[in-house]
């Protein structure tokens, strides 16, 4: 279908390419069957229609103007050069107001002006790629929960029920995906904000392994990251995307990563996986959840991979504890950046959340030099385990999260801090353990529930597994397609 010529019906046309995937839109724009601009103004569109009722994408944040004269720009030849793409508030880049879903940022912008005056390695491939960055998502307060209700910018709510959550952190670009305002969202993730949002709203997430990516901040709390717990990459529709988007941004001259390239299909190596069912933690799966991964264990062997059901060998009790306080200690200086930024006489309540304080204060009870070293050894520790482990599985299969999905307001960081730490600590069971480790993990969607709400399910490879993972992936979609399942509130409706 020529879109520019024979679809003069704009509406139609944007309604349809909501169901494309980025490379998908790439071929139309280099067939030219629709121009970069046309895209932009489609994609404009469809965030008009959804975000009154989603309110995952930031409109205040990015001038719209930007998008449409880089669409009349050159872009290139590549393959997603002319496709639109969101970012995440969580994000250095220079071309918009990005204050990490948190008040004090956004005062200090409002004071100052922007906290970034030039892009990060990572945000510059993806536009020297040609992608057009069209806005920015919604984000909790500085990604620190996996729930998405920043104060300063209000709850983004899920297209599946807009009474559920996105997840979180990366929860506005995950549901901006499955809701069909673009195909591909960048996303980050420091304990599972990649693949809790995609588990939640139902699309694919991978976190790649530690340090496969460019940099993605060079300034700010997250570039001190000294255990390297955070990566970035995206949440997509199509697995294919994701693999695409990882070739473009994935550092290519890292000596102990060999470059992944352009995974592009499936393939026909049979899989040894490790079914882990309980958490890190040491808590059951939530009977749903059991249900849902257990399910995906079916379908692998259906595929003629072997699945065994073993336990991790790992302190789980430590490393949940050493993580936590590692998780913590990110926020202890934070009193002094008030300061900094706003000058004394700023009260932390005016600028933080309750979740963000009591981070800061139980960060600083356990004291900044202790929590990193016990970070460092526990992190150590698990991941010799977890080497051990895959010396004799290729894969290990387990939930996203320990309950399905949960309402608005469960893990509200408003809420009495040591109510809702229970709570996250309690759910949040299986996600952390490879950004401790390092290790690549992707959430998978194969599940739905007969409310009609996604369960992802969570492989993870050792160190430099990507392309298991990605061929994997590819094989589970075409087993299971889930492309083509519709949220209740969708663009292309």
């Not at 969580?90 to 990490?100: L, P, R």
């Not at 912008?109 to 970034?116: S, V």
């Not at 195909?183 to 694919?204: K, T, Y």
Request: aromatic share 6%; proline share 6%; hydrophobic share 40%.
């Amino acid at each position: 279908m020529k879109f520019s010529r024979l679809c003069a019906d704009t509406k139609l046309r944007t309604l349809e390419l909501a169901g494309y995937d980025a490379i998908g839109l790439g071929e139309l724009i280099r067939k030219k069957q629709i121009t970069p601009l046309e895209l932009v103004e489609d994609t404009l569109k469809r965030i008009e229609k959804v975000n009154p009722k989603l309110n995952i994408v930031l409109t205040s944040l990015f001038d719209v103007e930007k998008a449409r004269a880089r669409a009349k720009t050159d872009l290139g030849n590549g393959p997603l050069a002319g496709v639109p793409i969101l970012l995440k508030n969580i994000v250095e880049y220079k071309d918009a107001d990005i204050d990490f879903g948190s008040r004090l940022y956004a005062k200090a912008i409002a004071k100052n002006g922007r906290l970034h005056k030039a892009n990060s390695p990572f945000t510059t491939a993806l536009e020297k790629a040609g992608m057009i960055v069209v806005g920015i998502t919604n984000a909790p307060e500085m990604g620190l929960i996996d729930t998405t209700e920043p104060t300063l910018r209000g709850a983004a709510h899920s297209p599946w029920n807009p009474e559920y959550t996105t997840g979180g952190s990366s929860g506005g670009s995950a549901a901006s995906v499955a809701s069909g305002i673009v195909p591909l969202a960048h996303a980050n993730d420091g304990g599972g904000s990649i693949r809790i949002p995609a588990s939640q709203c139902g699309v694919f997430g991978l976190k790649p392994t530690r340090k496969r990516e460019l940099i993605p901040f060079t300034t700010g709390g997250l570039a001190q990251d000294v255990a390297g717990i955070n990566s970035d990459l995206c949440v997509s529709r199509s697995v294919r995307d994701t693999a695409l988007y990882l070739s473009i941004v994935e550092n290519k001259t890292n000596g102990q990563l060999p470059p992944v390239g352009f995974v592009s299909s499936s393939s026909n190596r049979r899989l040894k996986i490790a079914l882990v069912v309980e958490g890190v933690n040491g808590k059951p799966a939530d009977s749903e959840v059991e249900k849902a991964i257990r399910s995906t264990a079916k379908l692998c062997e259906s595929l003629k991979h072997n699945v065994d059901e073993v336990k991790l060998p790992i302190n789980g009790a430590e490393l949940t504890e050493a993580f936590l306080g590692y998780w913590a200690a990110g926020a202890v200086g934070l009193d002094a950046e008030i300061e900094q930024l706003l000058g004394k006489g700023t009260k932390r309540e005016d600028v933080l959340e309750p979740w963000t304080i009591g981070l800061m204060e139980l960060g600083r009870k356990i004291g900044l030099f202790k929590a990193v070293g016990n970070a460092t050894k526990a992190f150590a520790s698990a991941a010799a385990g977890m080497q051990e482990l895959f010396k004799t599985y290729d894969v290990i299969l387990s939930p996203v999260l320990r309950i399905p999905p949960f309402k608005l307001g469960y893990h509200d960081p408003r809420g009495n801090f040591d109510e809702i730490m229970a709570r996250v600590m309690s759910d949040v069971a299986y996600t952390p353990l490879h950004n401790a480790c390092g290790t690549p993990a992707m959430s998978v969607p194969l599940y739905w529930t007969k409310e009609n709400l996604p369960i992802g399910s969570q492989f993870a490879a050792w160190r430099g597994g990507e392309s298991m993972l990605l061929q994997l992936a590819y094989e589970l979609e075409a087993a299971r397609p889930w492309a083509k399942r519709r949220p209740e509130i969708f663009a292309g409706k």
